[in-house]
């Protein structure tokens, strides 16, 4: 097999370099635009790529695992370029689905690092690996470091690497949701050995020394030192065990932010996806707001939110699978603005019925430009005009990306 030099040109969706040929496009990975690299190909891909000629966009990593953990993508690539790489992938999902739109610049929302963190662990003979898997691998990265994550989670890896050693299975992997929280760090194990059971008094203790917040194993609390804490805009909040977050705080309050801007003067909002009451908790300051949420432990941590917070209006829930019951057209109507942000799946059969609705703004929130453009050609051909669309970036130097659209009725 000969080498080629191929001349790079765009970043794909993932990541890769994407140089165009008369035999198709060839993904080159690690490489940026504008560079030219000499490689092998195979079924399209350039193996083992050496760049001749690097890109001025091109930068040091400032992660020692970057070369072989498959956690980021785009170490290697210029804040300023990078940025603009992620709202072209909101801008190049809309177009595919024929929405010609000026999407706004990417807001960068990583301070602080990633406060939820998924690590995965398993056996290496007679070692623990606790880290990321490697790219395009199923070979875990045992991370000492990682500069996107809250400083906090950093410190705790070699406790959680012990804690995770107690409990891991024969055979496999078992998986740790960390989440840092106000009054510590909140640790869900999944997937541990069916004998945990036992060692609960020594998972008790690591719990103590380590200084977590809470221990759950395979959806049993262990030990709760203290209930751990989130802030939703002045309302504490008890995380449920492995439960959803916005991966860090900046981009929680951007979202927030966005969608209390796009809502404006509404007095009656509904909060489909609700989660545990981010947007709900804080949209509730000035609006009525009915939130549904399809996860029981969401719902039950939003209730006990509620029922200590003051200087809210009227806020009433529901539990409710979204999916195979949307709010149809008769039940929409009670509400002024609807603000929904479903898994990465979208929210289709929900957006078919708001087409039919009167309701005067809509805001989407997303994680997945794909599913989100799909929603809101939906929307658009229902009648709805698009007023803004901004992207979010809170996974810094990976291929995903959140957005802000807002809507109106004419």
């Known amino acids: 097999m000969s080498e080629r030099e191929l001349t790079v040109s765009e970043l794909g969706h993932r990541g890769d370099g994407i140089a165009r040929t008369d035999t198709?496009?060839?993904?080159?990975a690690g490489a940026l635009p504008g560079e030219v690299v000499r490689a092998r190909v195979e079924n399209g891909r350039a193996l083992d790529p050496v760049i001749e000629t690097p890109s001025k966009d091109r930068k040091q990593p400032v992660c020692k695992h970057y070369d072989a953990c498959g956690g980021c993508s785009l170490q290697h690539l210029a804040e300023e370029p990078y940025l603009a790489w992620k709202r072209d992938l909101v801008t190049n999902a809309l177009s595919d689905r024929g929405i010609e739109f000026a999407v706004s610049d990417t807001i960068a929302a990583t301070a602080g690092g990633?406060?939820?963190a998924v690590l995965t662990a398993t056996r290496a003979g007679r070692h623990t690996l606790l880290g990321y898997h490697e790219k395009a691998s199923h070979r875990l990265v045992d991370i000492e470091e990682c500069p996107v994550l809250d400083p906090a989670i950093v410190s705790a890896l070699p406790g959680l690497k012990a804690l995770a050693s107690e409990v891991l299975p024969k055979k496999g992997e078992l998986r740790l949701t960390v989440l840092c929280t106000t009054t510590g760090l909140d640790v869900a194990i999944d997937k541990a050995d069916k004998g945990y059971e036992r060692k609960i008094p020594g998972l008790s203790q690591k719990t103590v020394d380590i200084g977590l917040a809470r221990l759950s194993v395979?959806?049993?609390?262990?030990?709760?030192?203290?209930?751990?804490?989130?802030?939703?805009?002045g309302i504490s909040l008890v995380a449920a065990p492995g439960g959803f977050t916005q991966a860090t705080l900046a981009a929680e309050q951007t979202l927030s932010r966005l969608v209390m801007a796009g809502a404006g003067k509404a007095k009656k909002v509904a909060d489909l996806f609700s989660g545990a009451g981010t947007f709900a908790l804080r949209l509730a300051r000035s609006a009525n707001v009915h939130a549904i949420e399809g996860d029981a432990a969401a719902i039950a941590g939003f209730d006990k939110a509620l029922?200590?917070?003051?200087?809210?209006?009227?806020?009433?829930?529901?539990?409710?699978?979204?999916?195979?019951?949307?709010?149809?057209?008769?039940?929409?109507?009670?509400?002024?603005?609807v603000v929904f942000d479903p898994p990465r799946a979208g929210a289709q059969a929900q957006a078919e019925q708001l087409a039919l609705s009167k309701v005067r703004t809509i805001l989407a929130v997303s994680c997945n430009p794909a599913t989100l453009a799909r929603d809101l050609r939906i929307l658009i051909d229902g009648g709805y005009v698009l007023q803004s669309v901004t992207p979010v970036d809170q996974f810094h130097y990976s291929p995903h990306i959140e957005a802000v659209a807002v809507l109106t009725r004419e």
Do not use: H
Not at 228 to 233: A, I, Q, V
Not at 308 to 337: C, H, I, N
């Open 24 to 28: 198709g496009p060839i993904y080159v």
């Open 218 to 233: 395979n959806g049993e609390v262990i030990l709760e030192v203290r209930p751990p804490l989130l802030d939703m805009g």
């Open 114 to 116: 990633r406060r939820r």
């Open 307 to 337: 029922r200590k917070s003051q200087g809210l209006k009227k806020v009433t829930f529901e539990r409710r699978d979204l999916y195979r019951r949307p709010l149809v057209r008769d039940e929409l109507e009670a509400f002024d603005a």
